[in-house]
């Protein structure tokens, strides 16, 4: 028997952020294999990819030194008109714009593969502890150890590990893990971990308490191909992956006993892509420090953007670039120099949204 709807998931069948129109896709076949895509989400995927290809170059021509956009292309082609600009550009700039769209890519994909194995619109790592489990890690290193960047990224993908460690063990019961107790559990877990930070940092002296503050802030300053390279290795590896499962998150979806009746092992497809989430979360946040809502917000964008049902994993991905970059983009361009990192403005975009979604599903707008 499946479980009903409740106030923490969705009827079963149905996605994660409430009913969508399912388009007809199409079956491509090339000898023994098929897949089965969808035009419009080809389309919207395409879209996507010149957006974010129009932001890059708007975003690599602001700052200091002002560039145009053939003055930035040209440099990205090795055709740069001074030592200077290509410098700025792919010394600087660039290494920044491309830890950007992994760090965005990771925590869409991550969005939603919890939003697909929780059948819940607020299965995202920030809202059940994950993120806050990374920067557990980062702040006690450096309260703690008083170590660099690179020792706290070190640390915050192995918070991140521990942290999903112990949500996923709570929420297992003698019937089956179940989405709904993963959210609740990596709540309430969330909730003890962002104690847990605070406290470290009162207890911290004040440069280290300065440090960790502007590590949690979450930003893209000052990033360079150290931050950006291991980000696009675990997304090569990651994503792939998570696309072959995809068929199997979409039975999940439908609740773990129809998946069980589909020949889907639910327990042992909900773990593979927790890993999976937890890996591209923890190294998102640690080569950017804690980015908010980027993984709630792009897998339901995407959702009424294809008018499709199911994880669609690669779509997550793109818009979650391109919606860090742009998030990146507008905090960088504040009037009267209110220029503020990057974690900040999705924070503030996010729970703008996150009220609107909340509301709309109580059915009050």
């Known amino acids: 028997m499946t479980r009903p709807a409740s106030a923490t998931g969705t009827a079963p069948g149905t996605a994660p952020d409430g009913p969508t129109r399912h388009l007809p896709g199409r079956v491509l076949r090339a000898g023994g294999l098929s897949w089965r895509w969808h035009p419009r989400t080809v389309v919207v995927c395409g879209v996507l990819l010149a957006v974010a290809a129009a932001l890059a170059v708007v975003a690599m021509g602001r700052g200091t030194i002002a ?44 969005g939603a593969l919890f939003q697909s194995v929780s059948r819940n619109a607020l299965g995202s790592p920030d809202l059940i502890g994950f993120t806050t489990g990374a920067a557990t890690g980062a702040v006690l290193q450096i309260v703690l150890l008083d170590g660099g960047a ?52 009162t207890r911290a002296d004040l440069d280290q308490a300065l440090a960790a503050e502007i590590w949690l802030q979450g930003s893209l300053n000052g990033r360079r191909w150290e931050q950006a390279l291991p980000v696009l290795l675990v997304l090569a590896v990651a994503l792939p992956l998570a696309a072959a499962s995809s068929r ?12 069980a009746q589909l020949g889907v092992r639910a ?20 080569a950017a420090g804690p980015i908010a809502f980027v993984a709630l917000a792009a897998p339901q ?24 970059v742009a998030a990146d983009l507008l905090a960088q361009r504040l009037p009267f120099a209110w220029s503020v990192p990057v974690g900040l403005a999705t924070g503030l975009l996010g729970g703008l949204y996150l009220l609107w979604l909340l509301t709309r599903k109580d059915g009050t707008t």
């Open 301 to 324: 964008l995407v959702r009424r953007l294809t008018g499709a049902t199911g994880a669609h994993l690669v779509p997550s991905a793109f818009l979650g670039g391109t919606l860090l």
């Open 267 to 286: 327990e042992r497809s909900r773990l593979a892509a927790v890993v999976l989430g937890v890996a591209l979360t923890a190294v998102a946040t640690a």
């Open 150 to 201: 690179l020792e706290a990224g070190v640390w915050a993908v192995g918070g991140g590990a521990v942290t999903a460690a112990v949500v996923y063990l709570l929420s297992m019961s003698r019937r089956g893990g179940g989405g709904y107790r993963l959210v609740l559990v990596g709540i309430g877990v969330g909730a003890l971990l962002q104690a847990l930070n605070s406290l470290l940092l």
């Open 67 to 110: 560039l145009s956009p053939a003055q930035v292309v040209a440099a990205l082609l090795g055709d740069a008109d001074s030592p200077t600009t290509e410098r700025v550009v792919r010394g600087i700039r660039l290494p920044r714009l491309v830890t950007g769209l992994g760090v965005g890519a990771a925590l869409g994909t991550a």
């Open 248 to 259: 199997r998150l979409d039975v999940l979806e439908m609740g773990d006993d129809t998946a």
